[in-house]
């Protein structure tokens, strides 16, 4: 989150750009999910628990704390959604949470967690899937808001739940716009304008970004069923 432009790409974005009314015919729904067992919820609730202490480690930007609720196996894996390459390793997970050595460059952050749901992968070992939502200031700039979704992998340990795994899942271009006009909506012709310009600019780079030979790999593909 320390960095100045929030990327949203999902590789189902351009199923997003379609037509609302065509949407309006898919069954996307987060209704009728499995029921949790008393074992995941104890489990979501520990889980709760560590990210709320982990968000006010983050919020007081007390990034010596935070690393320590994460597994010392001198390998941790941190995929932000504006960083374009995953983050292995110590050297680059110290490097994001303190780029500019000596040099103030955010005023403040603010993090939520929510929406916590946790199953077992292993005796010891558990995987979340978690709503972060956030506002920050960087040095110079105006404050920003968004949200995320995130799933991690923890690790229990002697003293306690660590974060071995962590990965931001930010919704298709298109899909997150949508919901931030929505919840912001135009207060003007012009601001209506600037909306549809930028939902046509983000179909445009969908549509210029197609793999070369896509057309021959549908064609060959043409007469395939879904299969159910």
């Not at 390793?89 to 040099?103: S, V």
């Not at 199953?119 to 939502?133: F, G, H, I, M």
Request: one cysteine or more; glycine letters at 6%; a negative charge.
């Amino acid at each position: 989150m320390l960095t100045t432009t929030k990327l949203l790409c999902a590789p189902l974005t351009c199923l997003m750009l379609l037509p609302l009314g065509t949407l309006a015919d898919m069954h996307f729904t987060a209704k009728g999910g499995d029921t949790i067992n008393t074992e995941e919820e104890q489990l979501s609730a520990e889980i709760t628990a560590f990210l709320e202490a982990y968000e006010v480690a983050y919020d007081t930007q007390d990034y010596r704390a935070l690393k320590g609720m994460w597994l010392d196996d001198g390998h941790p894996i941190y995929m932000a959604e504006e960083v374009p390459f995953p983050l292995h390793g110590n050297a680059r997970f110290d490097n994001y949470f303190n780029p500019a050595p000596g040099k103030r460059i955010l005023d403040g952050i603010d993090n939520r967690y929510s929406e916590v749901r946790a199953k077992y992968l292993a005796p010891n070992v558990a995987v979340a899937t978690y709503r972060l939502e956030w506002d920050i200031k960087l040095t110079g700039m105006t404050p920003m808001g968004g949200w995320d979704r995130a799933m991690a992998v923890f690790v229990k340990t002697p003293d306690g739940w660590k974060i071995a795994a962590y990965t931001e899942a930010p919704m298709g271009a298109a899909t997150m716009v949508r919901k931030m006009m929505k919840a912001n909506p135009a207060r003007s012709d012009e601001e209506k304008a600037a909306f549809e310009t930028t939902l046509k600019t983000i179909r445009s780079l969908a549509e210029r970004s197609v793999s070369p030979g896509f057309d021959e790999f549908l064609e060959a593909r043409r007469d395939i069923e879904p299969q159910y």
